[in-house]
């Protein structure tokens, strides 16, 4: 009875000192209620929240999640299908002129795609960003003074003029996506062990601009090259080097075959990079798969 009555007391003296129950300091025991994590808000949510404060932009386009303009007014023919056009990343006569000063080029050899990746020219994504090479751009034209022997997938009139007044060589090729890829990461794609595509032709909305001389398409009339190398001439004033006398004329004359995708390897031939050797198909059915 006394051991209540001492414990009674001693509850009745905390009562004494505690302050007066009010819903101002009522709160529940610890642990009986957990708090949600608030997760971070950003333009894409994460079902984490990691992404609250990081720099991701939404795709090109996007308007937040309503219907994009080029939806709400389809009439425009410009939006016609603008997801499925081709992309060409640009590079100027100034920038590969600076890059061949430096040494990033040597112009002494053929330049294709593969030259300048090599060099972090230019980032190609064939597959993610829908590009199928680049686009050279005049600018920088009037001091374009290299002798090269480049390819490309697009060039304009003055870059062609620019090229061929300095003493060089310039042709437009189409690569599909599976020889496009080859071409921008040639270790990655010898490393996998995959035999060397057979380049694709053009399709039928750029046959015109391959096959056009005007252009230096690779699929033109070698014999109708020469009359629009002097046509473009005579119509930005200069006179056209004669590179049957130039000493790097066997340079400055190699072209691939119009189903080749590197310099000096065929189609259908696999680079075995570990051990230095290149295996070539024996097999009458791939040699006729893969020749020209």
């Known amino acids: 009875m006394s051991a209540s009555k001492s414990t009674i ?115 190609v994504d064939p597959h993610k960003e829908k590009h199928y090479g680049v686009h050279l751009t005049d600018e920088g034209m009037d001091a374009f003074i290299a002798r090269v022997n480049i390819e490309v997938q697009w060039a304009t009139e003055p870059v062609i003029a620019a090229i061929e007044r300095a003493g060089g060589v310039i042709s437009t090729a189409y690569y599909d996506p599976v020889s496009l890829h080859a071409l921008v990461e040639p270790i990655r794609f010898f490393q996998s062990g995959s035999p060397i595509p057979r380049r694709m032709l053009p399709p039928q909305d750029c046959a015109v601009y391959y096959t056009d001389p005007n252009t230096r398409g690779y699929l033109a009339d070698p014999g109708k090259l020469q009359m629009a190398r002097l046509e473009l001439s005579q119509k930005y004033g200069y006179q056209l080097p004669n590179i049957e006398n130039d000493p790097e004329i066997k340079m400055l004359k190699m072209r691939k075959d119009p189903r080749q995708v590197f310099f000096g390897l065929e189609p259908g031939w696999i680079v075995n990079m570990k051990d230095k050797v290149i295996l070539k198909p024996i097999s009458k059915k791939l040699e006729e798969y893969y020749k020209s």
């Open 9 to 123: 007391d001693r509850a009745l003296n905390i009562l004494k000192t505690l302050p007066r129950v009010g819903l101002n300091n009522l709160s529940p025991n610890p642990g009986a209620r957990i708090c949600n994590k608030r997760k971070g808000r950003s333009v894409r949510q994460s079902s984490v929240g990691k992404t609250g404060n990081r720099g991701i932009l939404p795709r090109l386009g996007h308007e937040g999640g309503q219907t994009p303009f080029y939806q709400i007014i389809p009439k425009e023919p410009y939006y016609q299908g603008h997801h499925l056009r081709r992309q060409y990343p640009r590079i100027s006569l100034l920038y590969l002129q600076r890059l061949i000063d430096k040494g990033f080029i040597n112009p002494d050899e053929p330049i294709d795609l593969t030259t300048i990746c090599n060099c972090r020219a230019v980032n």
